[in-house]
């Protein structure tokens, strides 16, 4: 089968470059409800403890193009690349959805990547793994195009009713990652592999419906989106021939606190292992990876040699996650 050997080992794809965006306004969460009291029976078995010490809101002027670029140009900084080498500019979204016009061309317009053709995608959170595969694929088929940018841009605290338990524990942000192809490029370093995976059988799981537009989840979240990572790992572990023991660093799409106890017992991880920012800047839907990696970049933990795994769930169902060597 296809799918027994990873995509891109050798390609010679590289995240070469990462970025992130936090607005202005940050909210700081009374931590009276930390004991997990207040809200719903769905909220009990989805959110439990609130765990979030703070989230960040973005004000009118902070659109998803506004942030996604300021991620994109730290990132563009940090890979030694200038926008006008862009030749594709993948925009993740989800909590902004609109008919038309797309994010995407704002962007890359914004951002000064002329000739770079740009869309969007969004399979809800699991939209950064998305839009590196995405990008990847484009990478590896165009015989010209060297350089991707994937931007990951969020309004999450629009998508939850106002005084809901909700509200505290997701928050909006951009990340961004800078993607190469270089086909010289020896050793065994760069994207390994990348999977993103559909069921519609669980669709219903978490559903985000007019008038509204509020995030809505149902009590089996956690079982459902634990299933997931399970078998996602299962899966690009065996492409690769690794066990969890050799990653060293699992990054995943922050859910709650309840799913992360779930997944790190499920699949054996060690705590230290596991890096979130969710205490303090909360669920950031499809941000929430690259500016992650972003941060772990910048503070000297994402080291050369480095082997990382990025899982991540979202409504649709969908699930999907990269395996990179820093």
């Keep these: ?39 719903n029976a769905v909220d009990a078995a989805v959110i439990g403890r609130l765990d979030v010490r703070g989230r960040h809101v973005a004000d009118d ?19 030694g690349k200038d926008a006008g080498e862009v030749d594709l500019l993948v925009f993740s979204n989800w909590t902004d959805r609109q008919f038309v016009p797309e994010w ?9 990547a002329r000739r770079a053709l740009a869309f969007d995608v969004c399979a809800a959170c699991v939209g950064f793994v998305h839009g590196v595969q995405t990008a990847s694929a484009m990478l590896a088929t165009h015989p010209h195009w060297r350089t991707a940018v994937v931007m990951s841009s969020e309004r ?47 669709r219903e799981t978490v559903t985000v419906y007019p008038p509204n537009g509020w995030i809505k989840s149902q009590a089996d979240l956690i079982k459902v989106a634990a299933d997931s990572h399970a078998d996602l790992a299962e899966r690009v572990l065996a492409r690769s021939g690794i066990t969890m023991d050799e990653i060293d660093w699992v990054v ?29 800047r909360a669920n950031t839907g499809s941000a929430s990876v690259p500016i992650v990696l972003s941060e772990m970049s910048r503070d000297g933990r994402l080291r050369p040699g480095d082997l990382c795994y990025t899982p991540a769930v979202g409504s649709g169902w969908y699930y999907g996650g990269l395996l990179f060597r820093v």
């Design 1 to 39: 089968m296809d799918d027994e050997i990873p995509l891109w080992r050798g390609s010679g794809l590289r995240l070469a470059g990462y970025g992130h965006y936090y607005p202005r306004h940050r909210v700081e969460n009374a931590m009276d409800d930390a004991d997990g009291g207040g809200g």
């Design 61 to 79: 002027e902070e659109t998803p193009p506004y942030m996604g670029v300021r991620a994109a140009q730290d990132a563009l900084e940090q890979a």
């Design 104 to 112: 995407g061309p704002e962007a890359a317009r914004l951002l000064g």
């Design 156 to 202: 999450f605290s629009r998508r939850v009713r106002p005084g809901s338990k909700g509200e505290l524990i997701v928050g909006d942000a951009a990340g961004a990652a800078v993607l190469t192809r270089d086909t010289a490029a020896g050793g065994d370093g760069g994207l390994w592999d990348s999977m993103v995976i559909s069921d519609g059988s669980a």
């Design 252 to 280: 995943p799409h922050p859910g709650t606190g309840q799913l992360h106890t779930a997944v790190r017992e499920r699949l054996g991880i060690p705590e230290e292992r596991f890096v979130t920012n969710y205490e303090t």
